[in-house]
């Protein structure tokens, strides 16, 4: 559970750092996002996921 906090946490940091950062080129990602097809945003996100679960194999082993 204790790991679960801390990767949430580090989720929101990021998220928040980018917008901090990059507010006007987030709102453009977005405003794409919602004109991409159901589809590919699901493919995405998929690969996303394989993504982080082979990132946190190849960490935790």
Avoid: C, H, N, Y
């Avoid at 991409?36 to 946190?56: D, H, K, M």
């Amino acid at each position: 559970m204790q790991d679960f906090l801390v990767a949430l946490g580090l989720v929101l940091v990021i998220e928040g750092l980018s917008f901090a950062a990059f507010p006007g080129a987030l709102r453009r990602a977005m405003a794409k996002l919602m004109e991409a097809p159901e589809a590919q945003l699901r493919t995405a996100g998929f690969i996303a996921a394989l993504f982080g679960l082979l990132v946190v194999w190849l960490v935790r082993g």
